[in-house]
């Protein structure tokens, strides 16, 4: 049975950093790309980053460009989000997915506020 479980989100000031990981299991994780996601309330979800299996390629929503970073670690068999330099705007449900399957994480709540 796959699963992704996000952890790591919070409350953190503007200008703070959060790193957001998402564990996998039953499939096998180093085989697929993994996506970020975000959903704000009243918006409809959005990619953030995209990486691919061997972690060699990497993408970004231009809105999170230069401050977010994703990586992966396939022995831990996670994928990260750190996530510097937030803005009020990132407040949003982070989720992870696997790439071209339909399976999501629960989701990790973000707020970015003072």
């Known amino acids: 049975q796959v699963q992704l479980v996000e952890s790591g989100g919070g409350l953190v000031q503007p200008g703070g950093s959060l790193r957001l990981s998402c564990a996998a299991s039953g499939f096998t994780f180093s085989s697929y790309a993994m996506r970020w996601y975000r959903q704000a309330p009243g918006k409809e979800r959005e990619l953030v980053a995209g990486?691919?299996?061997?972690?060699?390629?990497?993408i970004y929503a231009d809105s999170v460009k230069g401050r977010f970073t994703i990586s992966r670690d396939n022995v831990k068999n996670t994928v990260y989000l750190q996530m510097d330099r937030l803005k009020p705007e990132d407040t949003a449900v982070y989720y992870c997915?696997?790439?071209?399957?339909?399976?999501w994480g629960q989701g990790t709540q973000v707020t970015v506020s003072s």
């Open positions: 997915k696997v790439f071209a399957r339909d399976y």
């Open positions: 990486i691919s299996d061997a972690g060699g390629s990497r």
